[in-house]
């Protein structure tokens, strides 16, 4: 797939357990962030997005965490499945500027039996 | 909703040809981005627009490659002529309002 091994950091996580996927943004300034999920061969798909006015969002299965001191964004995902296997993304954005969304490198979450 | 559509899903062409990558967005959405994927690179943005203007196309790696909106629906990249280091995969995605794009299942390129 795109995202073949050379640079991309992998996780690896037992099927079950929580996983966590780090990720830390560039941009100071950024005021709006996404998650997104990658699987091979399709495009990236949307999962939970977070204002920076806010510290903490949950949706079904995942949680994303904003921490803007240390410009750190997490994602959480609960009981994790082997579908849940892919590629995750963080992005940013400066909202009330910019319509720009900027892609981080990428985690690949890597499902054990 | 059929999604961002995109078409063709495969190409494959040799150096110094012409290609033009093919995106019909979502409809009702007003903005549109294109973003070109690679193992080195990861996911970069080429141009976006809204309401089909060009809003920024500081993304675009050289004059080879330009970008048209001539409509809501509709909206090409192209790239003349073309080089090996252009292979990649091509992604258009729309989004209404707030940016927040959704992907289409992209355009994998190779240029030989």
């Known amino acids: 797939g795109e995202n073949v091994g050379l640079h991309l950091p992998t996780l690896s996580v037992q099927e079950g357990d929580n996983s966590i996927i780090n990720c830390a943004y560039s941009?100071?300034?950024?005021?709006?962030f996404i998650w997104y999920k990658q699987e091979s061969g399709k495009g990236p798909q949307f999962i939970i997005d977070?204002?920076?006015?806010?510290d903490k969002r949950q949706g079904q299965r995942v949680t994303v965490l904003l921490n803007k001191t240390v410009k750190h964004l997490s994602l959480q995902i609960a009981a994790t499945q082997p579908g849940d296997s892919a590629v995750y993304f963080c992005?940013?954005?400066?909202?009330?500027?910019?319509?720009?969304?900027?892609f981080g490198k990428g985690t690949r979450l890597h499902i054990l039996p | 909703d059929a999604g961002v559509i995109q078409s063709p899903r495969h190409e494959v062409t040799e150096m110094g040809q012409e290609v033009t990558l093919r995106c019909k967005p979502i409809?009702?959405?007003?903005?549109l981005f294109w973003y070109r994927q690679t193992m080195m690179r990861g996911l970069e943005l080429l141009i976006y627009?809204?309401?089909?203007?060009?809003?920024?196309d500081s993304g675009m790696p050289e004059d080879r490659f330009s970008a048209k909106m001539p409509n809501a629906s509709f909206s090409t990249l192209k790239i003349q002529p073309s080089e090996p280091r252009d292979s990649a995969v091509y992604f258009c995605?729309?989004?209404?309002?707030?940016?927040?794009?959704?992907f289409g299942p992209g355009t994998r390129l190779t240029v030989l």
């Open positions: 977070i204002r920076s006015n806010m």
């Open positions: 995605a729309s989004s209404e309002g707030l940016p927040r794009p959704f």
């Open positions: 992005a940013e954005n400066l909202m009330n500027r910019d319509d720009k969304i900027i």
């Open positions: 627009f809204n309401n089909n203007v060009p809003i920024d």
């Open positions: 409809s009702g959405h007003d903005y």
């Open positions: 941009n100071s300034a950024s005021d709006y």
